[in-house]
């Protein structure tokens, strides 16, 4: 009986904090709204000392901390939104803990694709960027399964980095490049054609005469699916970019709260929209012209 | 025949009775819709509404901090806050500075800027403004900071300038996206023009290297000061940019000696795990 009382009172509180949200939304929504924002998931350890927690707790905190975030994003109406799960530099923890992370984000990717999950709830697609040869046969397959899953989702974009670096990224799509090129160079030289591999000169037309351009690479990048970010939130005060999007956010607002990751919430995407909307003018400008 | 009596039917009382009601029952049906536009209309004026004052509270707000950090930057300039004194420069082995392209034609400000940094002891210092304002004008600043017209003694070496101890490094939106693309042509050249048949893996180091080799291999920077508008690098070289900590210090014509110190200073005290 008490347990019913209880239930009921927390769907209330649950109502009403959703009824107040929309009407927040709603006056944001007078204003620009980023198309996609992006997160570097920063603090987990820091959260679990700070609270006397053992060493895993910090990551569990910060998964529920991500769930509500994505939540409120999509409820704003965010296109797509990318976190910074892994990165090849947290490689280089003590290998237990490495291994207790990577089993996290298996359940939780498992836990994303169930049917009555968040994702299929607000049609996310999810992608998987970064280098995913690096990881492990199980979690990799449950990424692959992930993206097999969602493939039909198509109201919003979910794009999780897992084993990624931007630097990596870069050499990742240089090397594709050249590949092609190669390629392209091969099919022409069997067919008889002439070719002068180190002229840079050559007819618009004929692709496979022209060098390499910035374009090419950008069609190679793992996030190539997606427009650039607008905003790129990361937590505990930290001001650097740690290897995240680096390409890609050369017109983007840069946003460091001092909060833990855990401790993220409603307020600080509040803030970081209304900042969005107070230099939208001038970051739309910018990325005209670049 | 049959047409005499269908408009005999319709004179008929109770078809009128059925058409009155039916034009009440429109006129109801549009004088409802006319409210809900005019609520929702309503409702739309309210919420911007709404939205603007949240704007405007968000401006007052910034412009009360910025009285607070001119105080501030005041005070330390003029050595009263004490705390920002114990300043260790050799912490810092590469300074970078964004500025807005547009405040980047301020030269005056630009050579300001420079003389502060050389002041607080700043030894290497790499400009980036997106159009390449700075880097047209490289000659004009290193003789401007130098006093003198460019004497044999500074060295004029690429992108880099040197003069009284300090050396600057002007860079501009071509040294990122394109330079990656000039490297990946050389690596193109250099691996697969003749006819490798083997499967090849270009590594970061290689990556970097050729970056090197087409002239646009600087240093990472420690720390990033940019001075504009917002927070946004605006197209720093990204392969220069991996752990770089990034200070939105405000416009360059609001520019403080006292700000530039708190943010070097709180450089100096953050630590970096570097992702392990």
């Known amino acids: 009986m008490e347990k019913r009382i209880g239930d009921q009172v927390s769907n209330l509180f649950e109502y009403l904090g959703s009824f107040l949200r929309k009407g927040i939304f709603s006056v944001l929504s007078v204003g620009p709204v980023p198309d996609h924002i992006a997160f570097i998931m920063d603090g987990n350890r820091r959260y679990a000392k700070k609270r006397n927690l053992l060493e895993g707790a910090g990551h569990r905190f910060g998964f529920l901390a991500l769930t509500n975030m994505l939540r409120y994003c999509y409820e704003l109406g965010v296109k797509y939104v990318t976190i910074y799960a892994f990165s090849i530099d947290n490689f280089k923890r003590r290998p237990e803990e490495v291994q207790s992370t990577m089993q996290l984000i298996q359940a939780k990717i498992e836990d994303l694709i169930r049917e009555e999950s968040m994702v299929n709830q607000y049609g996310v697609r999810i992608y998987f960027l970064g280098n995913l040869k690096l990881l492990s046969k199980p979690v990799r397959l449950a990424a692959e399964r992930a993206m097999v899953a969602t493939a039909g989702n198509t109201k919003a974009v979910l794009l999780i980095c897992l084993a990624y670096t931007s630097t990596d990224e870069i050499v990742h799509a240089v090397q594709e490049c050249c590949e092609e090129k190669r390629d392209r160079v091969r099919a022409l030289e069997s067919n008889g054609e002439g070719y002068g591999l180190t002229s840079p000169r050559g007819n618009k037309k004929d692709k496979s005469k022209r060098t390499i351009v910035v374009s090419d690479v950008e069609e190679h990048m793992y996030a190539a699916a997606v427009p650039d970010p607008d905003v790129i939130i990361r937590t505990s005060g930290e001001t650097r970019l740690s290897n995240f999007l680096l390409w890609q956010s050369a017109n983007c607002l840069l946003y460091s709260p001092s909060i833990f990751w855990p401790e993220i919430g409603f307020r600080h995407l509040v803030w970081a929209v209304l900042d969005f909307q107070r230099n939208f003018s001038y970051l739309k400008d910018k990325s005209k012209h670049s | ?276």
Not at chain 2, 16 to 45: A, C, P
Not at chain 2, 61 to 70: A, P, R, T
Not at chain 2, 130 to 147: H, T, Y
Not at chain 2, 236 to 247: D, G, M, N, Q, S
Request: with cysteine.
């Open chain 2, 1 to 276: 025949m049959g047409s005499i009596r269908i408009i005999k039917k319709s004179c008929t009382p109770s078809f009128q009775r059925w058409s009155n009601n039916k034009n009440r029952i429109l006129d109801f049906g549009y004088e409802m819709q006319k409210l809900l536009k005019w609520i929702s209309q309503s409702g739309n004026v309210g919420l911007r509404v709404l939205w603007l004052i949240l704007h405007l509270a968000i401006a007052i707000w910034y412009f009360l901090l910025g009285v607070v950090q001119s105080v501030e930057s005041f005070l330390i300039a003029t050595d009263i806050l004490k705390r920002y004194e114990a300043l260790d420069i050799s912490k810092v082995r590469y300074l970078a500075v964004v500025i807005h392209s547009e405040e980047a034609r301020h030269l005056s400000k630009v050579f300001e800027l420079l003389q502060w940094l050389a002041d607080i002891g700043v030894k290497s210092v790499c400009l980036y403004d997106a159009e390449g304002v700075l880097k047209k004008n490289k000659e004009v600043i290193a003789e401007r900071f130098s006093n003198a017209k460019l004497p044999e003694g500074a060295a004029v070496n690429g992108p880099l300038v040197t003069c009284r101890n300090l050396t600057m490094e002007f860079v501009s939106f071509a040294d990122g996206k394109e330079a990656v693309v000039k490297a990946a042509n050389y690596l193109f050249v250099k691996h697969y023009a003749n006819g490798i048949k083997e499967k090849l893996q270009f590594t970061e180091p290689q990556m970097g290297e050729a970056l090197g080799a087409i002239g646009s291999g600087g240093a990472e920077p420690d720390l990033l000061l940019i001075y504009g508008p917002t927070r946004c690098h605006l197209g720093f070289p990204a392969w220069r940019l991996r752990y770089t900590e990034i200070v939105h210090m405000g416009p360059l014509k609001s520019m403080s000696y006292g700000s530039l110190v708190k943010a070097i200073f709180k450089y100096t005290m953050v630590h970096q795990n570097y992702g392990s």
